[in-house]
């Protein structure tokens, strides 16, 4: 059964369209089940109906006609109870139902299972025959077990429209949404440019080199070709683009050198391969390394390595680019967007960018953020065939496409973009002006910085100061522990953009989700495994190098250096800490360095820090709520798992409650207490951390002009009158309602994203 089972859900998701998955379940459950007849009834989105959707063994004619009124019949019972019933004789049922022209007469016995994707009953599943028996418990057992999984392909094709092909002669219809991921915000109107590779690494055969110097002196031709047109493309965005991104180039660059690619190649071609086939080879060693490693940024840079080894095949195979017809407003349109693709459109004619692989992690999705493009990513649905040429809209807010939008739709989204740029506009004004609500309070605004780029993106943007620096990201891009100096000078090179502004540098937090390839660490719930300060105090070796490099980066400097520790459960995680941090400390000032000592503060990110903030505050110099991990610990919900993502709520109760008293613990200390997780960026977290006395919000560049004009056009009386309220509510839906309309009525709703009309 289970063979059998596993073939079916295969078959159907390979099925090229949704007819052909539809026909596919009908026709091989008949055949498991050795039955006569077998159907799939689907409910119309929006409809009380019941269409016979497919079907082996009754009328052919009627299947994509034929429908049931929801409340008729056996069908409909199956739905509404969302339960398996099970007839010997269907017929007998008083909510039998006779539709003639479908020709089930003959058949007694009777088995609906219904089909439900996230409490949704999206249709039911039917299996009959003539014989009048009741189906056996292992029929029943398998027909449920298999619709169970058949549900997430049919909510797939529902998400994507096509289940309305079934229901409507008209399709394609007018605003066919298509769900991504928010890769880059902003929101775009323009026509699909579909593009695929030029060519492909795997059409190219294995062929021994005929003549040794010909393949290497067409190699060496092919390698010059593209470091010229990486020149030229770099030169091209220089202006657009921030140092850090153009860096990019460079890695390109670096690829090519002699003792990277271009050098495994030539090594391959003298022992005698032909230039395309040792390229071929090199590249996918390359990538297939890349693929293998746990972090997710790092496996996407496989994506990096092809599309440059694309870029050298296409001029071994002498191909030019094909010449494509770029308009003014292109939306780019890819089963994976590369980069190469990304920079051959002529500067200012790109508007947005759709990819189907890839996520917000992708080096496209974070250069267009740097564009200011629009990107929706991993939008697995995409039916690229239809997009070419298309009306598009993009939604990198939201993650969303809509092909073929309505004038209604496109003036709709043409609005949002119109007051995006005015209030980018607005927003560009206060950039140095301090962040004070209307009564005088004052907020410290600081960034979130990791990634290459952050530094100019926060800097222009008026950041006070960095509020975390994810230590993990630049160990994450290397293929062992930096060194001392290597962090150093990283450090250096952030301290020294932000003088004198204060750094918060957390210590190495690893584990989790976020692995380094050349330390890995494999356990069964790596979130409440070994993470964080949990594998630092068990290395001190590397918590000490990297203590000793954030100290010496600060050396000669007036900025405040904070040393922070993340995922902190126990007061003896912090005394040893600390007792690392002097060491380190009293080894630089030893060695002649002029270092100031560091603030050292604790990360409040689990339910136990919480109940324990007043002694923790006692030992440190200044807390910060990690909201992100303390909203996945105190409602045990998965931040990185999309099946739960509806119960990672960041305002429910429990969780204010826990800022709250977070707060109130370190200002009975007086200690500093600051916030950096998302929610700080946000409009409703801004303004209920504000009035709960968070003196810093921490937040990533792109949010920090919003929230800077959101706390300077309020009242923190009125923000305080806010949180009173909201303390007393139940559900973080209320809370978020409560919230979006009070920003609302306060004339803040350009902040609100469901103010603007949604389709
Ligand atoms: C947090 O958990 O809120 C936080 C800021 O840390 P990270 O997102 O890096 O885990
Ligand atoms: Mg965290």
């Known amino acids: 059964m289970l063979v059998l089972l596993r073939q079916i859900v295969q078959d159907v998701g390979a099925a090229p369209t949704f007819g052909e998955a539809l026909r596919l379940i009908v026709r091989e459950v008949r055949a498991a089940l050795n039955t006569e007849v077998c ?18 063994g009754l009328n ?3 299947v994509g006609r034929a429908t049931l009124e929801d409340g008729a019949g056996l069908v409909s019972l199956v739905g509404r109870r969302a339960e398996p019933i099970n007839l010997e004789d269907a017929s007998l049922h008083p909510r039998y139902f006779h539709m003639p022209e479908i020709g089930e007469e003959p058949f007694n016995a009777f088995l609906g299972v219904p089909i439900i994707h996230h409490r949704q009953v999206l249709g039911v599943l039917v299996v009959q025959h003539r014989e009048k028996r009741r189906f056996d418990e292992s029929e029943e057992a398998f027909l449920v077990t298999l619709s169970a999984q058949l549900a997430a392909v049919i909510a797939r094709a529902e998400a994507v429209g096509e289940m309305d092909s079934l229901f409507d002669a008209d399709y394609p219809k007018e605003n066919l949404k298509i769900p991504g991921l928010a890769g880059a915000p902003g929101v775009a109107l323009g026509v699909g440019v579909v593009m695929h590779p030029t060519t492909s690494l795997d059409s190219v055969r294995d062929a021994p080199a005929e003549n040794l110097t010909v393949e290497l002196m067409t190699f060496d031709r092919a390698v010059a070709t593209v470091r010229g047109d990486l020149r030229r493309i770099s030169e091209q965005f220089a202006q657009s683009l921030p140092r850090e991104e153009l860096a990019l180039f460079d890695a390109y660059l670096h690829m090519l050198d ?25 590249i996918r060693e390359h990538v297939r390394r890349f693929q293998q490693m746990e972090d997710t940024y790092l496996r996407e840079r496989g994506t990096d390595v092809e599309d440059l080894g694309l870029r050298v095949l296409a001029c071994l195979q002498d191909i030019r680019t094909h010449k494509v017809h770029f308009p003014k407003d292109t939306i780019l349109v890819g089963e994976e967007i590369t980069f190469s693709m990304l920079t051959g459109i002529p500067a200012g004619q790109l508007r947005g960018l759709v990819s189907k692989r890839g996520a917000v992690n992708s080096h496209v999705a974070i250069l267009a953020h740097a564009l200011g493009v629009p990107a929706v990513m991993g939008a697995v649905d995409l039916p690229l065939h239809q997009l070419d040429g298309e009306a598009l809209i993009v939604d990198g807010h939201y993650g969303e496409v809509y092909a073929n939008p309505s004038a209604k739709l496109k003036a709709e989204y043409q609005a949002v973009i119109d007051e995006e740029v005015e209030f980018a506009e607005e927003l560009d004004e206060l950039r140095n002006l301090p962040c004070v609500t209307l009564d005088g309070w004052r907020v410290l605004l600081w960034v979130n910085i990791g990634l290459p780029g952050d530094i100019s993106r926060s800097l222009d943007r008026g950041a006070e100061g960095i509020g975390l620096f994810r230590t993990e990201v630049p160990f994450m891009t290397q293929d062992r522990f930096p060194s001392e100096e290597e962090q150093r000078s990283l450090y250096r090179e952030h301290m020294e953009a932000f003088e004198p502004r204060p750094v918060t540098m957390r210590t190495l937090d690893i584990g989790g989700d976020k692995a380094l390839p050349y330390f890995p660490i494999s356990e069964d719930n790596p979130f409440l495994g070994w993470r964080g300060i949990r594998v630092t105090l068990d290395h001190p070796e590397i918590f000490l190098v990297q203590a000793r490099a954030m100290l010496r980066a600060n050396s000669g400097l007036q900025g405040v250096l904070r040393i922070m520790l993340p995922m902190i459960s126990s007061m003896f995680e912090v005394e040893e800490a600390k007792k690392l941090v002097q060491q380190a400390y009293r080894e630089v000032v030893e060695e002649g360095f002029k270092v100031k000592a560091p603030l050292i503060g604790v990360m409040v990110e689990v339910p136990s820090a919480v109940y324990q903030a007043r002694e923790l505050a006692r030992q440190v110099d200044f807390l910060a709520v990690g909201s992100n991990d303390l909203t996945q610990y105190m409602l045990a919900v998965d931040r990185n798992n999309p099946r739960v993502a509806e119960l990672y709520r960041d305002v429910h109760p429990a969780v204010l409650r826990a800022l709250r008293e977070v707060a109130r613990h370190a200002h009975a200390e007086k200690t500093d207490v600051g916030i950096c997780g998302e929610l700080a960026g946000t409009p409703a977290g801004a303004v209920l951390l504000m009035a709960m006395g968070y003196q810093v919000l921490s937040m990533n560049a792109t949010n920090l002009p919003k929230v800077k004009w959101l706390l300077r056009s309020i009242k923190r009386a009125a923000a305080r009158r806010m949180l009173a309220r909201v303390l007393r509510m139940e559900t973080a839906e209320e809370i978020h309602r409560y919230m979006e309309g009070e920003l609302i009525a306060a004339g803040l709703g350009r902040l609100v994203p469901s103010h603007h009309e949604k389709p």
Do not use: M
Request: proline share 4%; charged share 30%; hydrophobic share 40%.
């Open 39 to 56: 159907s799939v009834y689907l409910k119309a989105p929006g409809r009380n109906q019941y269409l016979f959707a497919a079907n082996e």
């Open 60 to 62: 052919p004619e009627l």
């Open 258 to 282: 002699d003792d990277a690619i271009a050098g495994d190649v030539r090594q391959r071609i003298r022992r005698g391969e032909w230039a395309q086939g040792a390229l071929k080879n090199v």
